[in-house]
């Protein structure tokens, strides 16, 4: 849902960062994206180094327990 807003009136930083903090929270990808907000405008950058991690670890599943081996 958006919200209309009247003709040069721009958001805040702290109003995008609100914006981007849900949408953050709700898909899980702070591990994966960092995200600067200014006034002038969001920018994203893809963390390469946890992407590469993950990837090693795909197909792979993992389980932890605390039994003694």
Known sequence: MSVARPAGLR????ESGVRAGKMVNHYNISKHFSLTI???HPAWARKVDAIQQEELL???????TSAPA
């Open 11 to 14: 958001e805040t930083a702290a």
């Open 38 to 40: 200014s006034d002038s």
């Open 58 to 64: 795909d197909g792979i599943y993992v389980i932890r």
